[in-house]
């Protein structure tokens, strides 16, 4: 054991000597090397946030929503449907929800103006919270501004900021008005005993198939969204946007084995004559592939690292400034919020196996066919 | 000590191209002493060191070294014989550029996995000895000719190969130098090295300290003297 760590040390300081002899070259590779692992890195860190971000949303969210249907779209609910899923066995509790979309022709935005849910204290009448998304699309210019919003029927009304929305919930606060419920109904023209949707808390999530089911038969016109929905959902597009962007990256990867192939196939007669020397005074293939996989694992290892690290920066300290379009989507009112950092080994070493493996495989070849041919001919 | 028996080396054997560097050579090597082979370019003399050496595989023929056939084993083998037997000095000294001197010395070593701060003091030692020392961090291409030739010595000796081995040693250094390559040579003698040599040079075939001359031409060694 010993002796192998001698000698693997002795490779590895011969291989950090030789490196240095290219310097040049080695730094550019490198260079580009950490451009596509950063490229594939921040896809994975990014989508990976976004995941957990939404995950943390939806575990907070009711087990079932509830909207009722006509011509096969969302109308609003009367509220003797609540009754009657609260009658269901199974369910610990159905909440009606006011909610809705309000389109401002001032900057193009749609804002979601919703009533403070059950258990959380209303904002007084004509006081709002709002998304920190609104104040900076309005364009406010101090802090206590007021919002003014044109009314179902057109005229304006005046709501009183009370609080603006953290950064920390921006993923589903930033354009977000959130008003008590007589408010709500006054805006929109919106008569009592009338809901956007209703929001049903079960006892045992596993429960949930046969409450749909029950549900389905007290309320025929209703479609039924379960929590897992929203999951699967949510993870398809997390999914697509990815694999946009991994595509991007791959093709990027791809560029770099033609060019590490190309750089290693392509090995110099200089090369080739060292390799030669080396076996030669007594080096074996082994010697010469451990060689080289040394400096393979000082290249590939060292853009691993810068790429991995500048992918953490990118992602977590900049809010991915580069492919948040892409993978949060496009709006006017654009959350901007940080995302929490969600790295696991997995991802580490799928990233691994994407990047630096290819590229020891693309260098290690040729250098075996060199190194395994006889001193003299290598020389030659 | 190293014999030689009806070896044939072909290039490009079967092809439009191809070259017979050796054909039908038998030698016998003694231990010890001096061997200077020589003959006009293109005789077969570096071939004939490769596979001396075990760096190439003759075509045809045995060779063995210490009694043992080598011509037909495995590469690993080969090895293992030409870092614990054989120390190379190449006709254009193939140190590799960029390194040190005393980097390029210590490169037989490393797949030895010795204690380095033992091998880097032999090492010092033997550049020492050929008066290196004070160049040993200097990169090889800064070195003159002769500096050079001794640095492919050094490292040629650091594993104490009992057989030293060298392709036209003399060929780009002058006469001082040629005769400090002498008594080099003569040095390695009185440790008991066994030293094969090929040479153009005739200041080399008439030294003093060479015991024998092996005259090759078309790739078969002649009657030559001794």
């Known amino acids: 054991m010993k002796h192998w760590l001698r000698r693997q040390r002795a490779l590895a300081d011969y291989t950090l000597a030789a490196a240095a002899r290219r310097k040049g070259k080695n730094i550019a590779l490198v260079a580009v090397f950490s451009v596509v692992v950063f490229a594939v890195a921040s896809a994975m860190f990014f989508a990976a946030a976004l995941r957990t971000e939404a995950r943390a949303v939806l575990a907070a969210a009711p087990e079932m929503i509830v909207q009722k249907l006509t011509l096969g779209r969302q109308e609003m609910i009367e509220a003797e449907a609540i009754e009657a899923l609260r009658a269901i066995r199974g369910v610990a509790g159905a909440e009606g929800r006011l909610w809705g979309y309000f389109y401002d022709r001032i900057n193009g935005a749609n804002y979601t103006i919703m009533v403070a849910p059950a258990g959380e204290a209303a904002p007084a009448p004509g006081h709002v919270r709002i998304g920190e998304a609104i104040p900076k699309a309005r364009g406010f210019t101090y802090a206590t501004a007021p919002l003014f919003l044109s009314r179902h029927p057109g005229d304006l009304q005046k709501f009183v900021v009370d609080q603006t929305f953290g950064s920390e919930s921006a993923l589903v606060s930033a354009d977000l008005v959130v008003m008590n419920e007589a408010d709500f109904r006054a805006f929109f023209a919106l008569p009592a005993g009338k809901f956007t949707d209703i929001a049903v808390r079960v006892r045992n999530e596993r429960e949930i198939g046969t409450i749909v089911e029950k549900a389905a038969r007290v309320l025929p016109e209703a479609r039924f969204v379960t929590r897992a929905e929203i999951g699967r959902t949510y993870e398809k597009l997390f999914s697509w946007r990815e694999g946009i962007l991994t595509a991007l990256a791959g093709a990027a990867m791809l560029a770099f084995a033609i060019f590490a192939a190309e750089k290693a196939s392509g090995l110099s007669a200089e090369e080739a004559r060292e390799i030669g020397i080396l076996k030669a005074i007594g080096w074996d293939t082994r010697d010469v592939i451990a060689m080289k996989l040394w400096e393979g694992a000082l290249i590939s290892g060292g853009a691993f690292l810068i790429g991995t690290l500048a992918a953490y920066g990118h992602v977590f300290l900049a809010g991915g400034t580069l492919f948040a379009p892409v993978l949060k989507g496009w709006a006017v009112l654009y959350p901007d919020f940080p995302l929490t950092p969600a790295i696991d080994a997995l991802q580490l070493t799928t990233l691994g196996l994407l990047t630096v493996v290819p590229y020891t495989a693309a260098v290690l070849v040729p250098i075996w066919r060199v190194a395994s041919a006889d001193p003299d001919r290598a020389m030659r | ?226």
């Open chain 2, 1 to 226: 000590m190293i014999t030689l028996q009806d070896v044939a080396k072909f290039y490009n054997e079967g092809r439009p191209n191809e070259v017979r560097a050796l054909e039908g050579v038998n030698l016998a090597l003694a231990r010890g002493g001096v061997t200077v082979l020589k003959g006009p370019s293109g005789s077969g003399k570096t071939t004939l060191l490769s596979v001396i050496a075990c760096m190439a595989r003759p075509s045809a023929g045995r060779v063995a070294v210490a009694g043992e056939v080598v011509s037909s084993l495995p590469e690993r083998y080969l090895t293992e014989l030409r870092r614990t037997m054989f120390g190379f000095v190449f006709q254009r000294f193939n140190l590799i550029r960029g390194l040190s001197v005393l980097d390029n010395v210590l490169l037989p070593s490393v797949p030895l996995g010795g204690e380095r701060g033992a091998v880097a003091a032999r090492a010092m030692a033997r550049l020492g000895a050929l008066g290196l020392a004070e160049k040993a961090q200097m990169p090889v291409e800064y070195l003159s000719g002769g500096e050079t030739q001794r640095a492919a010595i050094a490292r040629a000796l650091i594993n104490e190969a009992p057989i030293l081995i060298a392709d036209e040693p003399t060929a780009n250094l002058d006469g001082h130098l040629t005769g400090r390559f002498l008594e080099i040579v003569a040095g390695l003698k009185a440790e008991g090295k066994t030293v094969i040599m090929t040479s153009h040079d005739p200041r080399i075939w008439g030294a003093a300290g060479v015991d024998r001359v092996a005259v090759l031409e078309d790739g078969r060694v002649g009657a030559g003297g001794a």
